[in-house]
């Protein structure tokens, strides 16, 4: 990211756009990204120890839902990674939370985001 303050509606960002600053904000607390090529997840943040599968979802069209929780899991597993990130610029649905708990996948919606890259 170039500076300044992260935009107020992420959600509404092309796709590359909020990959870019989502791999700025892991990248700001000292890891190291690399771009995927996979079906749900974005990215890998290696460092600390530790290997981060990253799922980016705009959720401009309502609150990301369990269907995408379940779907980042099954490709992240492929990637061996410590833990996985769904980010999404919106919001997550109360059973994308049960999932998400369930299945160890930490939620990062667009408030948390922006709180990220702002500092």
Do not use: C
């Amino acid at each position: 990211m170039s500076g300044g303050a992260p935009p107020e509606d992420l959600a509404s960002l092309p796709v590359d756009e909020l990959v870019d600053l989502v791999s700025a904000a892991w990248e700001a607390e000292g890891y190291t990204m690399q771009r995927t090529d996979g079906r749900e997840i974005d990215l890998l943040a290696r460092g600390k120890g530790e290997t981060v599968a990253i799922a980016v979802e705009r959720g401009d069209d309502g609150p990301v839902g369990a269907a995408v929780v379940d779907a980042v899991v099954i490709d992240a597993y492929q990637y061996g990674a410590n833990d996985t990130v769904l980010a999404t610029g919106g919001t997550f649905d109360d059973d994308a939370a049960d999932h998400a708990e369930a299945d160890g996948v930490t939620l990062v919606d667009g408030d948390d985001l922006r709180g990220r890259l702002s500092g």
